[in-house]
């Protein structure tokens, strides 16, 4: 009896433990499911905003290539634009149009030419005092610079067949800048000797100065110098000396005052 009875329980016990392990697994199943979803939601949730995140990155590319379009040709303009302008300067203001303009005298300046010069002299010496030194001016009547090469060649007497005065040392290689409406000045001694007694000198009522060009192997006109209000001539001789061109009367005048 005891045996069977225990045998009719064991039938059923299976069945509760059949009956326990379904809901379990229908447990386990529902669960899972659950899981699932809620993993589908999310790995949902980053393909939706993927396009989202990726519009920046999509954006990110494009305005950097457009900035980077832009920025590359500016900088290129710009560096072709400086670079003609670098190229240009000094042939604007150089060697280029010093040789074109200045007949090669170093600067960008025409050389000055006698019709745009205006002519002025003045006796240094004390009243009563035999004349010997001038101070010759040149005015540029032009509102352009202009160039005064080495020194003036100068002559005592007229006509261009009458002797050159000598240069007071070496000439100035230095080329004298005048300014529009500006002046240029030259040192001129004319006599060495004493006046008086029977002796007679060689007279002039006027001097005359040819431009020298930059080159120094071509004359830019001849100037003409009239004496001083007072004077009608002035006695001269071979000690006569010429020194300028110069930016200020000092320095024409200076090595003149010394003879």
Same mark, same amino acid.
């Given at each position: 009896?005891?045996?069977?009875?225990a045998?009719?329980?064991s039938?059923?016990?299976?069945?509760?433990?059949?009956v =326990?392990?379904? @809901?379990?697994? *229908?447990?386990?199943l @529902?669960? &899972? *499911?659950?899981q699932?979803?809620?993993?589908d939601?999310?790995?949902?949730?980053?393909?939706a905003?993927?396009? @989202?995140a990726?519009?920046? $990155?999509?954006?990110?590319?494009?305005? $950097?290539?457009s900035?980077?379009?832009?920025? %590359?040709?500016?900088? @290129?303009? $710009? &560096? /072709?634009?400086?670079?003609?302008?670098?190229?240009? $300067?000094?042939?604007?203001e150089?060697?280029?149009?010093?040789?074109?303009?200045?007949?090669?005298?170093? %600067?960008? +300046?025409? !050389?000055c030419?006698?019709?745009?010069? /205006?002519?002025? #002299?003045?006796?240094?010496?004390?009243?009563?005092?035999t004349?010997?030194?001038? =101070?010759?001016?040149?005015t540029n009547?032009?509102?352009?610079?202009?160039?005064?090469n080495e020194?003036?060649l100068v002559? =005592?007497? *007229?006509?261009?067949?009458a002797p050159t005065v000598?240069?007071?040392?070496?000439? !100035?290689?230095?080329? #004298?800048? #005048?300014?529009? /409406?500006g002046?240029?000045?030259?040192?001129?001694?004319?006599?060495?000797?004493?006046?008086?007694?029977?002796a007679? +000198? !060689?007279?002039?009522?006027r001097?005359?100065?040819?431009l020298?060009?930059?080159e120094?192997?071509?004359?830019?006109?001849? =100037?003409?110098?009239?004496?001083?209000?007072?004077?009608?001539?002035?006695?001269?001789?071979?000690? *006569?000396r #010429?020194?300028g061109?110069?930016?200020?009367? /000092?320095?024409?005048?200076?090595?003149i005052?010394?003879l």
């Amino acid at each position: 009896m005891n045996s069977k009875t225990a045998r009719a329980g064991s039938p059923r016990r299976g069945l509760r433990g059949a009956v =326990l392990g379904a @809901t379990v697994v *229908a447990a386990l199943l @529902t669960v &899972t *499911a659950c899981q699932s979803s809620d993993g589908d939601g999310k790995a949902a949730a980053p393909t939706a905003a993927s396009p @989202t995140a990726a519009s920046p $990155s999509a954006a990110a590319p494009s305005a $950097s290539a457009s900035t980077g379009g832009g920025a %590359t040709p500016e900088a @290129t303009a $710009s &560096t /072709g634009d400086s670079g003609t302008g670098t190229g240009s $300067s000094p042939t604007a203001e150089g060697t280029g149009d010093s040789g074109e303009t200045g007949g090669g005298n170093g %600067t960008k +300046y025409a !050389d000055c030419e006698a019709a745009g010069l /205006g002519t002025e #002299v003045e006796l240094q010496d004390a009243p009563g005092e035999t004349p010997r030194r001038f =101070l010759l001016t040149v005015t540029n009547n032009a509102k352009t610079p202009c160039v005064l090469n080495e020194a003036p060649l100068v002559r =005592l007497k *007229a006509g261009n067949d009458a002797p050159t005065v000598q240069t007071l040392g070496e000439p !100035d290689t230095e080329p #004298v800048v #005048v300014e529009g /409406g500006g002046k240029a000045y030259a040192g001129l001694y004319v006599f060495g000797n004493d006046e008086g007694g029977e002796a007679e +000198y !060689d007279q002039s009522d006027r001097f005359t100065a040819t431009l020298v060009a930059g080159e120094g192997t071509e004359l830019s006109g001849t =100037l003409v110098f009239d004496l001083p209000d007072g004077l009608d001539t002035v006695s001269v001789d071979d000690a *006569a000396r #010429v020194n300028g061109w110069a930016g200020t009367e /000092g320095l024409a005048m200076r090595p003149i005052t010394q003879l």
